[in-house]
């Protein structure tokens, strides 16, 4: 039989659930074992660990658990969600996350080829909120890409957070070479907007299926990151004039006049899905989600709080 692997007796997976395997990281699909809800189990073995990669698996779980908190008052359900971190006393962290049913966003680019203009705004308007919760709270990504995008029940979720930073500047030259924005390698500085190009980059690819900066090797990539014109004005890139203009500002090589997450979301081409019922539904439950939440939280503080009148009484009672 498949060996079962239970944590904290609280959660289980098991050994052949494994979703990825890394120098340092295991992946997991596994159940909260009362709830039965699935889970993902990002697993990290101390001892094999590096310190600056053990740091930023820590840094990784901080972050996801600001984002958990800021999103109860910015309804966003556009981020993976953390329900814990656990560090054992077996040398093992495990961050625990959500289960995307649906796969990443690179798999069905693999399975489409291409998808439609209407489509790629829809799943642009869904990261571009992500974007403004992280902006809000000073949180940039830094590796915004197919890979790092999940889908679950048609919701899009940025995934990812490993070299996620929380600052309102940023100097570590990071990221996929691909979706990197050109201040990267030219600034001493740069802040939440690179997340804005990569995204747009995104889009890009999911629109025309290319990679626009792509190069033969990674110093040609970088060259053509920091020359090459962003150009939609070739036949081929059949979209709407007014997705184009958000494209080419979304893309701007000048971080100042790049626009920010939140000016994109601004632009009446999203109009469309403030009102869509996929949208109104998404919202709705996620509202439902942290409410219930809320309520599961207090109940178990409540449960602790009696736990520990108890055990005073019964203190107070054996020293009489």
């Excluded at 048609?154 to 500047?169: H, I, R």
């Excluded at 081409?269 to 989600?289: S, V």
């Amino acid at each position: 039989m498949e060996e079962r692997i239970v944590i904290e007796n609280k959660y289980e997976y098991w050994r052949h659930q494994r979703l990825v395997i890394a120098t340092f990281t295991e992946i997991y699909l596994g159940k909260n074992i009362s709830t039965q809800e699935d889970f993902v189990f990002k697993i990290i073995k101390k001892s094999n660990y590096i310190k600056e990669a053990y740091q930023l698996t820590k840094k990784q779980g901080k972050i996801l658990m600001v984002l958990a908190e800021a999103s109860k008052i910015d309804i966003c359900p556009f981020i993976i969600k953390i329900q814990e971190c656990l560090e054992l006393s077996n040398d093992l962290i495990y961050i625990v996350l959500e289960y995307c049913n649906q796969g990443s966003l690179s798999q069905y680019i693999r399975r489409e080829k291409q998808l439609q203009e209407n489509e790629a705004l829809y799943i642009m308007y869904q990261l571009l909120q992500a974007l403004v919760l992280m902006a809000k709270n000073n949180i940039v990504h830094r590796n915004i890409k197919p890979d790092n995008i999940f889908i679950k029940d048609g919701v899009y979720k940025l995934g990812g957070f490993g070299m996620a930073e929380q600052n309102s500047k940023y100097e570590i030259k990071v990221g996929t070479l691909l979706y990197m924005a050109p201040e990267i390698f030219t600034d001493d500085q740069y802040d939440q907007k690179v997340d804005v190009w990569s995204l747009g980059l995104v889009i890009h690819e999911i629109l025309f299926g290319e990679f626009y900066f792509f190069g033969t090797n990674k110093e040609n990539i970088q060259f053509n990151i920091l020359t090459k014109q962003y150009d939609l004005d070739d036949k081929k890139y059949a979209i709407s004039n007014e997705l184009k203009d958000l494209l080419r500002q979304m893309i701007h090589k000048d971080p100042k006049q790049r626009l920010t997450a939140e000016d994109a979301l601004k632009f009446e081409i999203f109009n469309q899905f403030r009102t869509d019922p996929r949208y109104i539904k998404i919202m709705e439950n996620e509202k439902l989600f942290q409410a219930d939440r809320l309520q599961k939280y207090n109940q178990q503080n409540q449960i602790e709080e009696e736990q520990i009148q108890e055990q005073r009484k019964s203190e107070i009672k054996n020293s009489i």
